[in-house]
């Protein structure tokens, strides 16, 4: 059974910053895309960033130049850093991973990590 296992949110004033961390655990043979998405209170869930295994990027227009997606694939562990955070940030943020389970790629998600930015 795979996890997933989001850390390092917290409250931080407007413009500071924090470092997300998404922790894999089951028996993983490979994970293709793992991403980060956020849904705040009365809004859908929205995709934040997303990163390939491959290292290919794609960032939401409302992040750009300020959050930093990575990911170790030796340990299966991604990153979220977030600089220069606003207000709008605020919100529930969820790691979503890609995995290779045999001939499927299944969607797993963890249960997420809260991440409040006070004006």
């Known amino acids: 059974q795979v996890r997933l296992v989001e850390s390092g949110g917290g409250l931080v004033q407007a413009g500071g910053s924090l470092r997300l961390s998404c922790a894999t655990f089951g028996k993983i043979f490979s994970i293709n895309a793992m991403g980060w998405y956020r849904q705040a209170p009365g809004k859908q869930r929205e995709l934040v960033a997303v990163?390939?295994?491959?290292?290919?990027?794609n960032y939401a227009d409302f992040v750009k130049g300020r959050f930093t997606i990575s990911r170790d694939n030796a340990k299966n562990t991604m990153f979220l850093q977030m600089d220069s955070l606003k207000p709008e940030d605020t919100a529930h943020y969820y790691c979503n991973a890609k995995v290779v389970i045999g001939a499927r790629l299944d969607d797993f998600w963890g249960q997420g990590t809260q991440v409040t930015v006070s004006s």
């Open positions: 990163i390939t295994s491959g290292g290919s990027i």
